[in-house]
Nanobody, 130 residues
Framework: VQLQASGGGSVQTGGSLRLSCVGTGFNVDDYHIGWFRQASGKEREGVACVSSGSSGGRTYYPDSFKGRFTINKDNAKNTVYLQMNSLKPEDTAVYYC??????????????????????WGQGTLVTVSS
């Protein structure tokens, strides 16, 4: 499973960005895919997850990200997106996408376990200025 995140950049407070996560060599719809972030000096955390198509494609967000972040996927493009609105300086971080192993569907526990792993691809930097 190889995923490549892109779409980061610099925005002002209140702005929006859409990140893309493209899958290579597999169908993203066959896996649970999550977005994560790591700010400087902080632990990596999960921000959103979309379950596989066979699990209904349900989305999961930790409470702190509900309402501002939206995850969705375009199976035709084999891409998972993260739409981020009303960005704040504290959203500044490197954002990653990754498969989220889970027995049934995305969950907070599954995101947390995956966030603690050491296997990560290249992320994309989001900088929010005040």
């Amino acid at each position: 499973v190889q995923l490549q995140a892109s779409g980061g950049g610099s925005v002002q407070t209140g702005g929006s960005l859409r990140l893309s996560c493209v899958g290579t060599g597999f169908n993203v719809d066959d896996y649970h895919i999550g977005w994560f972030r790591q700010a400087s000096g902080k632990e990596r955390e999960g921000v959103a997850c979309v379950s596989s198509g066979s699990s209904g494609g349900r989305t999961y967000y930790p409470d702190s990200f509900k309402g501002r972040f939206t995850i969705n996927k375009d199976n035709a493009k084999n891409t998972v997106y993260l739409q981020m609105n009303s960005l704040k300086p504290e959203d500044t971080a490197v954002y990653y996408c990754a498969e989220v192993p889970a027995p049934i569907r995305c969950s907070g526990a599954a995101l947390g376990i995956r966030a603690d792993s050491d296997s990560w691809g290249q992320g994309t930097l989001v900088t929010v200025s005040s």
